[in-house]
């Protein structure tokens, strides 16, 4: 298949890039580099250096004729998103419009869209939390995220462009960026190989579920099958506080860094955990990594780049 992946130098998208050439896809990449890294970007994807509101966006479209379009490019930073609204929804909300326009004049056949879990379903919600749960995201960036589905569903059902919208549980892995807010594992790692303070947020009793960029490979490579179609959570059911991951990543890196608490964050969601029910009963896709494996294999990664 021709599929285009936006946010392509991107910690996630990068990776189902690399998975997509190895099964034999041709790729193409759209990214403004503004958060991605050239080096992420595969030697065989082709690339254009460009902003998802650009309107050069249609003529790639139309030279290229894809297949697949992968919307991964987005503001990403939940904080962000609380402190800035009106630029979370000019690249969260009119970036994907700006797209999904493109997809449906130049004959795209199925959209899949990285959505949240961790922020779509807010916290008066249980836990593990399924796709039919009442959806109260409490920040800009779920209610992006929750828009960016209503419209898929109205290009689905006005123009016949199929979708899959993969609500992601907290994304963890190799690549992910350490020198932000968001992303705490790879924060944490960057600071104690660095010898630098990590600092938890409030008293560090926040649940997340956490999950493997390589499972979201896997569930975005199960998205490419014609039968699959809809909206699936991509978590693994586990609940995990961020000071159990401050403790088993202390544990791995072996420094015994001093645990440090700081003032809770404004929007932050309490309890965040989703099923994968749905999705492993329709299309057989589960997690398999588990988290201490997973938490290894990226310390390694952050060791080997330093």
Same mark, same amino acid.
């Given at each position: 298949?021709? =599929?285009?992946?936006?946010?392509?130098?991107?910690?996630?998208?990068?990776?189902?890039?690399?998975?997509?050439?190895?099964?034999?896809?041709? =790729?193409?990449?759209?990214?403004?580099?503004?958060? $991605?890294? +050239?080096?992420? =970007?595969?030697?065989?994807?082709?690339?254009?250096?460009?902003?998802?509101?650009?309107?050069?966006?249609? @003529?790639?479209?139309?030279?290229?004729?894809?297949?697949? /379009?992968?919307?991964?490019?987005?503001?990403?930073?939940?904080?962000? +998103?609380?402190?800035?609204?009106?630029?979370?929804?000019?690249?969260?909300?009119?970036?994907?419009?700006?797209?999904?326009?493109?997809?449906?004049?130049?004959?795209?056949? #199925?959209?899949?869209?990285?959505?949240?879990?961790?922020?779509? @379903?807010?916290?008066?919600?249980?836990?593990?939390?399924?796709?039919?749960?009442? &959806?109260?995201?409490?920040?800009? *960036? %779920?209610?992006? #995220?929750?828009?960016?589905?209503?419209? &898929?569903?109205? @290009?689905?059902?006005?123009?016949?462009?199929?979708? /899959?919208?993969?609500? *992601?549980?907290?994304?963890?892995?190799?690549?992910?960026?350490?020198?932000?807010?968001?992303? /705490?594992?790879?924060?944490?790692?960057?600071?104690?190989?660095?010898?630098?303070?990590?600092?938890?947020?409030?008293? $560090?009793?926040?649940?997340?579920?956490?999950?493997?960029?390589?499972?979201?490979?896997?569930?975005?490579?199960?998205?490419?099958?014609?039968?699959?179609? %809809?909206? *699936?959570?991509?978590?693994?059911?586990?609940?995990?506080?961020?000071?159990?991951?401050?403790?088993?990543?202390?544990?791995?890196?072996?420094?015994?860094?001093?645990?440090?608490?700081?003032?809770?964050?404004?929007?932050?969601?309490?309890?965040?955990?989703?099923?994968?029910?749905?999705?492993?009963?329709?299309?057989?896709?589960?997690?398999?990594?588990?988290?201490?494996?997973?938490?290894?294999?990226?310390?390694?990664?952050?060791?080997?780049?330093?």
């Amino acid at each position: 298949m021709k =599929i285009l992946i936006t946010g392509g130098a991107g910690f996630i998208a990068s990776h189902i890039a690399d998975a997509c050439i190895a099964e034999g896809h041709e =790729i193409f990449i759209i990214d403004d580099l503004s958060t $991605g890294v +050239s080096s992420n =970007i595969p030697s065989k994807a082709n690339f254009f250096n460009l902003n998802i509101n650009s309107s050069e966006v249609n @003529y790639i479209f139309e030279a290229e004729q894809f297949d697949v /379009v992968i919307h991964h490019a987005a503001q990403i930073n939940v904080r962000t +998103s609380v402190s800035a609204p009106l630029i979370d929804a000019a690249i969260n909300i009119f970036g994907g419009i700006n797209i999904y326009e493109a997809a449906r004049k130049y004959g795209v056949k #199925k959209i899949i869209f990285s959505s949240t879990g961790g922020a779509i @379903y807010g916290d008066n919600v249980i836990h593990p939390t399924p796709e039919n749960s009442e &959806l109260e995201p409490c920040s800009p *960036y %779920g209610i992006a #995220k929750l828009a960016n589905e209503k419209y &898929l569903r109205f @290009y689905k059902d006005t123009y016949g462009v199929d979708f /899959v919208c993969l609500r *992601y549980a907290n994304v963890y892995g190799p690549r992910q960026n350490p020198k932000g807010e968001a992303g /705490v594992v790879s924060v944490f790692i960057n600071k104690m190989l660095n010898d630098e303070q990590p600092i938890i947020n409030g008293t $560090g009793e926040y649940i997340r579920d956490y999950v493997n960029v390589r499972d979201v490979v896997k569930a975005n490579l199960f998205a490419l099958r014609k039968e699959v179609s %809809g909206i *699936y959570n991509v978590g693994t059911e586990v609940k995990t506080t961020t000071n159990q991951i401050f403790t088993m990543l202390n544990s791995i890196i072996g420094k015994n860094v001093k645990e440090v608490h700081g003032p809770a964050m404004p929007g932050e969601q309490l309890v965040s955990c989703i099923s994968h029910q749905k999705f492993l009963k329709e299309h057989g896709w589960k997690p398999d990594v588990k988290l201490i494996d997973g938490l290894k294999e990226t310390v390694d990664y952050f060791k080997n780049a330093q």
